[in-house]
């Protein structure tokens, strides 16, 4: 059984840091691509940084980019979202994601407010 559990949200102010952590299970991790996604109340999810299985090849959503940065642990099965220079706008709880044989697998996210 495939599980996500997310880790590491807090109240953080503006050009703060954070650490996100997603621990995974169920699977072989080091297979697949990771995925942060966070979402907004009232909006749709938002995919901010995937890393492939090996970690060789990230990508980010333009609005992190140069401010967070997606890495993985394949000997520990964790994926982590490091993020720098936090804006309010950041604010939204972030979700671990991973895809299998066509079904998208989630955590149950961790919120991150950023807020003086």
């Known amino acids: 059984q495939v599980q996500l559990v997310e880790s590491g949200g807090d109240l953080v102010q503006p050009g703060g840091s954070l650490r996100l952590s997603c621990a995974a299970s169920g699977f072989t991790f080091n297979s697949y691509t990771m995925t942060w996604y966070r979402q907004i109340p009232g909006k749709e999810r938002e995919l901010v940084a995937t890393i492939t299985s090996t970690g060789g090849s990230t990508n980010y959503a333009d609005s992190v980019k140069g401010r967070f940065t997606i890495s993985r642990d394949n000997a520990k099965n964790t994926v982590h979202l490091q993020m720098n220079s936090l804006k309010p706008e950041d604010t939204a709880v972030y979700y671990c994601?991973?895809?299998?044989?066509?079904?998208?697998?989630w955590g149950q996210g961790t919120q991150v407010t950023v807020s003086s």
């Open positions: 994601n991973v895809r299998r044989y066509g079904r998208m697998y």
